[in-house]
C-alpha cells in the first residue's frame, strides 16, 4: 500500500499524520508499527489519523495509535499537531475546531503567536474511573490531593513510590521528584506502565517542581517508551501538582523536548488548558508491506 503522510512535532513528541478525510485506509496493528518502527518505517512516537465528521457540531475525529499498534483515547501534543495540519491542509479555515477523541471532544485552537492552545476537557480524579485499583490501599492525604502507595520491584529489590492518579482520557500515575535528570526512568518507567493496578496499563509521570509556576517532567509513555514530551502527561502532572497543593493555576512544564504552558483552576468542572508549539518537519510517501 502506498500512502502519503506528514511528520510533525510537538515540542520534541513526534507523529506521523494521515488524512483519511476522502476514505479510510483499513490500516493495521502491525501497519501502524511499521510506521512507527524509526528503522524500517518512518518513525515515530504516536500516529495520528484525520478523518470526517462524525456528529454535527464536530469537525473532524482523530484516531490516535501508539508506536506499539496500539490505539489509545488521547494525545495532547498530538491534539495541537492536528490542528495546525487540518489548517495548514486547507481541510478547515477556523482557528478553533471542535475535534472528537475516544476519550471525548476536544477544542484545539491557534494562537496568534503560532501556538496552538488545547482545551483538554476536565481530569478524572476518582482512581476508579482512572482506572485504578485501591483495592487494600490507603492513600497519604496532601492538600486536596491524594499519594497512593505502589509497591513495585525494581532490579529486584522491593520498593514503594507514592503516585497520584489522574485521566486526561488516558491513565497517568505521577510521582515526585527531587531531580528529574536523575530520577530512573528507564529502570521503574516499565514496571509503573504494567503495574496490576493499572488494568489499562498507564503512563507514568516524574515530576520536579522548581517553584509554584515551574516545574520539570519526564514521562514513560504508555506502548511508546519514554519520549521528549507527554501533553496529556503535562495536564496530569499539573493537575497533581496543583491537587496536592504545590503550584499556582499557570504553570510552566519544562520537557526535553521543549516547553508546555498547563492552566487549571483546580474546580471539579474546570478544563485543563494546554498551550505549545506545533511544528511540520516534512511531508513523505511511502510503501507499507501488507504483511510487515
Not at 527531587?178 to 504494567?194: F, H, K, M, S, Y
Not at 496499563?201 to 521528549?228: C, F, H, I, K, M
Amino acid at each position: 500500500m502506498h500512502i502519503r503522510f506528514t511528520k510533525m512535532q510537538g515540542a520534541g513528541n513526534d507523529f506521523v499524520v494521515i488524512d483519511e478525510t476522502q476514505g479510510r485506509l483499513g490500516l493495521t496493528a502491525a501497519q501502524y508499527r511499521f510506521l512507527g518502527d524509526r528503522h524500517f518505517g518512518v518513525g515515530a512516537d504516536q500516529i495520528l489519523t484525520v478523518r470526517p465528521s462524525p456528529a454535527e457540531g464536530i469537525d473532524f475525529e482523530y484516531v490516535i495509535h501508539n508506536a506499539d499498534g496500539g490505539e489509545v483515547e488521547q494525545c495532547g501534543n498530538g491534539a495541537r499537531c492536528f490542528a495546525r495540519f487540518v489548517r495548514d491542509k486547507g481541510l478547515t479555515t477556523r482557528d478553533r475546531i471542535r475535534v472528537r477523541t475516544r476519550a471525548g471532544d476536544i477544542a484545539p485552537e491557534l494562537t496568534p503567536d503560532g501556538r496552538v492552545t488545547v482545551d483538554m476537557g476536565r481530569p478524572v480524579l476518582d482512581p476508579a474511573r482512572v482506572p485504578f485499583d485501591t483495592t487494600g490501599l490507603t492513600p497519604i492525604m496532601q492538600g486536596l490531593g491524594q499519594k497512593w502507595p505502589l509497591a513495585h520491584d525494581p532490579l529486584g529489590h522491593d520498593a514503594i513510590i507514592f503516585v497520584a492518579v489522574v485521566s486526561m482520557g488516558n491513565p497517568h500515575a505521577v510521582q515526585l521528584v527531587d531531580d528529574v535528570d536523575t530520577a530512573p526512568v528507564a529502570q521503574t518507567g516499565p514496571l509503573i506502565e504494567r503495574h496490576a493496578r493499572f488494568p489499562q496499563r498507564v503512563n507514568a509521570g516524574y515530576l520536579q517542581v522548581v517553584d509554584r509556576t515551574r516545574v520539570r517532567l519526564r514521562v514513560y509513555e504508555r506502548g511508546a517508551g519514554e519520549t521528549l514530551a507527554c501533553g496529556t502527561g503535562a495536564c496530569a502532572a499539573v493537575v497533581a501538582g496543583i491537587r496536592l497543593g504545590l503550584l499556582d493555576a499557570r504553570v510552566d512544564v519544562q520537557t526535553r523536548g521543549g516547553l508546555l504552558t498547563i492552566a487549571w483552576n483546580g474546580g471539579d468542572t474546570d478544563p485543563v488548558f494546554m498551550t505549545g508549539p506545533a511544528t511540520t518537519v516534512f511531508e513523505g510517501q511511502i510503501d507499507i508491506p501488507d504483511t510487515p
